[in-house]
């Protein structure tokens, strides 16, 4: 047998494009013609070279190429066949075979056929090229396996069809949903432009002719009750400023059955009709803004709408409605419904002409039962709003003043009646007649202040009366909720201290206000209030065993508070008080030394140093001297406004007291003082015992090198000051002044630029600095004695690390003498259980 010719199978062909899908735009063809240069080379190519090339048939004429293709699909026609009708052997049974390439061939065996058993076999070798393509070991099928075939293509197409339909309906319905989800967005665009255009037009309807067009308003509260939470808002926000606008300047009152059943006028019956209709949908306007109040979705708009209703219309029916919602948020934690309700109460009491005082009186009740509903525990802003009430005087009692108008008209009529001669005394008819006259002026007077808002003087001194008896119950009740605490917590362990020290959050604002309405509060209470402030001021003392726990309960400012408070009720009430301020004088004492900048509020120092010392009348000479000294050794550590607001009072006490200007000498025994001294205790509790005439104020030496100029020139002004009776007083810079000026001046002080000037200042009066004898050193006159400068600076920082290592010292012997006395508690309770 001759050598078989080896056929090498040409590629597959990629599909060939349409004639109708191959398009050449004019812009390629300008391109082309445009640029020759790049694009000649493509009329040289020799296709059919190429074409040999891709098809890698060799030595092959077109005209076979045909059949060459024929053959390989039939090939691979024969082999998937083989495939199907062959079953793969498990791997267990036969191991596969694994080629050069690395590829593995499992072992296949033919499948068993229940009507017939065999194999359809594929011959491999490939005809010659003259063969007529046809396969001779084919075997022919049965009628039964053609049917049986041609039934199983049936089903198959109907299969296929089916799921071509369902595919269909699937793509169909995903399209129709997709159209609808834009038209639902197209239309909800448009609903809500139509809805915002009717509510626009309704508003303005109303706004024309209220009376005519009073039904819109249940158009409008029916579009608030729609699904899109915009549509709502608008809503609210449209019916507030229609009712704010519509809203007649009186009560509306529903007419009573027997009014009903009368005949009336059709202008009356359209009055009627306006006034029901427009007090019902403002009632159900009230309802949703309650209701809405309580979703955080509409809590703020609510807020505005009902805020603003009671700012507008505190008049109007409804009232308390509004007043609870905004007492209720009085002392919300967000701020800016606190700040909404606030604002709103304010108004209320400073505008008492819209409700004549009405508003006022239920506004601070229902802070009253507020504050007491909630344990004291709120936002300061809660009764803070009380500093916005305005009392007028002589209405503490009016009681009297109405029993002295009643007295003065008795005795007016008695007086007509003597001067009236008994002949001209008028007969029965006219008496009738005059009454009637006057019972007609007083009911036609009634119905004027009814409609004018204008208020009787006794109604309005009674009203400020319950107003003022609920403030001042409130702060009684937040003073006596601080004593209890103090009170009930001194019995628990002084590790709790720290847990507690935000327990009375509304005691400053009720100091300041019992501050305010000081000269209003009844002299019944006026001894209840000071013991509440002694023991309030007293909380955190040291000098106290019980209360030593409750260092950390209340802050400094808040004891200066009621110190300054004390004061302020003292002064206002002069003439009927006789209490003894013996205490908040220690108190003060104590506290300028545990003020601490930063941490305590500088300008309740400064106002109690203002109130209590500057201000009051003469001071023992024992305790003026220990504040001057306190207030010169505590200037060495505070901030510079806090120093120049000490020093500033302690000018002024040494100016009004002559002799303790006695510590401004440097004598043997701490002045020039007749008779014998008292020794000085700088650690005392109590200014009259400290002993301060025995000691120099020594520390205005230091002030005078502070850094900022005006406290070194307040010092050395202080320390200059002579001890002549007849010294002209400068003028007096209350501390109050001084502190502001001072903390304004803090941001734009500049050190380097006044040093600068300091250093000139000092140069320039070097050559006539006068020695004086301020504290322990001398300054030195020669300015060329460098090694007495630096000794006497050795000596001043030699001192001062001494106090310092004193104090700690101090404050160790302390914190161990503590530790053993909780010690021995412990053994002797110890001891007693066992």
Known sequence: MGKKQRIILPPELPPEPLEDEIEVSDEDLQFVTENRDYAGFVSSLDTQLITRHVRRVADVKEDALEALYEKRLKKKSLENDNKERKLQVDPVDALP???????????????????????????????????????????????AERRAKLKKSKREAKKQAKDFAEKEEVQQASQAEVLAEVKEDLSAEEALEKKKSKLAELGMMLLQDPESNIRFLKEMLQIC?????????????????????????????????????????????????????????????????IAFEKQSEFHHVAICCVCTLLDAVPHFNFRESLLAVVIKNIGSPDD????????????????????????????????????????CQLHPDSIEVFLSLSFNEGFRNPEKSNENSRLKNKRSKRMKNLEEPSQLQDND??????????????????????????????????????????????????????????SVRSEVNSSLSTAASGAHPLLTECLNGIGKFSHLIDLDFMGDLMNYLKKLANSGSKSDDSSEAFLSRLTVSERLQCCIVAFKVMRNNLDALNVDLKEFFVQLYNLILEYRPGRDQG???????????????????????????????????????????????ARHLLQKNVKCR?????????????????????????????????????????????????ISTMASGISGMSTSHNQVSLSFVSPQQAFMEMSLEKESFCLKNHGKKLNQKRKRE?????????????????????????????????????????????????????????????????????
């Open 662 to 710: 006695n510590l401004l000498e440097n004598d043997a025994g701490g002045g020039s003082v007749s008779g014998s001294v008292a020794k000085f205790q700088p650690y005392a509790s109590d200014p009259n015992l400290a002993g301060a005439l025995a000691s120099v104020l020594w520390e205005l030496n230091l002030l005078s090198k502070h850094y900022h100029p005006a």
């Open 429 to 486: 008819k006219k008496r009738n007649r005059r009454e009637q006259l006057t019972k007609t002026r007083e009911e036609v007077n009634a119905d004027y202040r009814a409609a004018s808002l204008a208020s009787d003087v006794m109604e309005q001194k009674q009203r400020q009366s319950e107003t003022l008896s609920a403030v001042f119950q409130t702060y009684f009740r937040i003073l006596k909720h601080a004593v209890h605490l103090i």
């Open 225 to 289: 009750k729609d699904n899109d939470s915009a549509i709502v808002k608008l809503g609210l926000l449209s019916l507030l400023a229609v009712f704010k606008d519509i809203l007649p300047g009186y009560r509306i009152r529903c007419p009573t059955e027997k009014e009903q059943e009368m005949t009336v006028s059709k202008a009356v019956k359209k009055i009627r009709f306006f006034e029901s209709t427009l007090l019902s949908a403002y009632k159900v306007y009230l309802q949703k803004l």
């Open 97 to 143: 075979v694994k080629t050069l390439d690395g590829k593995l061939y499992y072992r296949t065996v033919p499948k068993a056929s229940n009507k017939f058993e065999g194999v359809l076999s594929v011959n491999e070798a490939v005809g010659d090229d003259e063969g007529d393509g046809v396969d001779k070991n084919v075997v022919k099928l049965t009628k």
């Open 603 to 649: 300008e309740v120092l400064a106002e109690a140093l203002k109130l209590m010392l500057c201000e009051d009348r003469q001071h023992d000479m024992q305790r003026t001297a220990a504040f001057i000294k306190r207030l010169a050794t505590c200037s060495l550590c505070l901030g510079s406004a806090e120093s120049m607001a000490a020093l500033v009072t």
């Open 766 to 834: 070097r050559a006539s600095f006068v020695p004086t004898s301020v504290g322990p050193t001398l300054v030195m006159t020669n300015p060329t004695d460098e090694d007495g400068l630096r000794n006497k600076l050795s000596d001043h920082f030699s001192l001062l690390r001494d106090i310092m290592e004193n104090e700690r010292l101090r404050y160790e012997l302390d914190g161990t003498n503590i530790s053993l006395q909780l010690y021995k508690e412990y053994k002797n309770q110890k001891k007693i259980k066992q």
């Open 336 to 375: 800016v419904t606190r700040e909404f309700c606030c604002a709103t109460v304010k108004s209320l009491f400073s505008n008492e002409g819209k409700h004549g005082g009405e508003a006022t009186v239920e506004a601070v009740q229902m802070i009253a039962n507020h504050v007491k509903a909630h344990d």
